[in-house]
């Protein structure tokens, strides 16, 4: 496996409290890597720590071979998509897709293009002109997916990005990200709490405890050997 991303002895200290700790995991190049784990174990301070917004206490964090461990978010070729839409409310969805690259300098033909591109994977090409407000919620989390896809990176960060749409919303989509990660093969880290997600969109899944990872082995691999009780539990392991 040639590693996307390695994290090697990454521990996050918030004062006294020990968020993460001694953290060590390879992904691989175009690996859709689910951190699944109940709420506050750290899985979101994993993600930023990656994504360069939160500095680490101690360790390293490697993104295609070069050391990110001090870069700053934008020069470690991440797209990120939160939980929160996060779109800029008095921008078109095309100008919430176009601002990175405007700033990053990109030429105008270019962002022209990527925007295009973007929003046909996404089916969200009639709703460009449009402002984030007369979008349903489904359309919106497309346009912040769309958002981390214009900037034309390996590597995607997603936290807990379905979290806030209801139960069909959330089906949906899930098969359209599983589609557009066969189609883009990009190296993907997924953060969610919901096992139907982790187990649906997974080649691997780290499950999450106190800020260790307890397990890391693909859906089938976690589901019929779990390694104790917890993980046993957590998945819903026939026992
Ligand atoms: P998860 O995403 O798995 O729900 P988080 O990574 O958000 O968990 O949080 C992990 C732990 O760190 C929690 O106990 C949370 O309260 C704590 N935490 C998160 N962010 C901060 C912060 N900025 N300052 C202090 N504690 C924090
Ligand atoms: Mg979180």
């Known amino acids: 496996m040639e590693p ?8 996050l200290n918030f004062g006294a409290l020990k968020v993460l700790k001694n953290l060590d995991l390879e992904i691989g190049k175009g690996e859709f890597l689910v951190l699944l784990g109940s709420s506050g174990c750290g899985k979101s301070t994993l993600l930023n720590c990656i994504a360069g917004l939160l500095d680490v206490s101690d360790g390293q964090i490697f993104i295609g071979g070069r050391n990110v461990t001090w ?21 078109t969805i095309k100008g919430n897709l176009s601002f990175g690259l405007k700033n990053a300098g990109v ?18 090409e009639p709703l460009l002109e449009r402002k984030p407000a007369a979008l349903s919620g489904g359309q919106r989390q497309r346009a912040a997916i769309g958002r981390a896809l214009v900037r034309d990176v390996d590597v995607f960060l997603f936290d807990e990005p379905l979290s806030n749409l209801d139960a069909k919303l959330r ?11 066969q189609k883009l093969h990009n190296t993907m880290i997924y953060v969610t709490h919901d096992q139907i997600e982790a187990m649906t969109l997974a080649d691997r899944i780290a499950i999450m405890r106190g800020g260790s990872i307890m397990q890391l082995a693909s859906p089938n691999e976690i589901y019929m050997r779990p390694v104790n009780k917890y993980v046993a539990q957590f998945i819903g392991s026939p026992s």
């Open 4 to 11: 996307s991303i390695s994290i090697r002895n990454l521990s």
């Open 171 to 181: 089906a949906d989509l899930r098969v359209e990200i599983k589609q557009l990660h």
């Open 107 to 124: 030429s105008r033909d270019e962002i022209e293009e990527r925007v295009r591109r973007a929003a046909q994977v996404l089916q969200i």
């Open 71 to 91: 870069a700053q978010p934008s020069e470690r070729g991440i797209g990120m998509v939160f939980q929160s839409y996060a779109l800029y409310p008095q921008m």
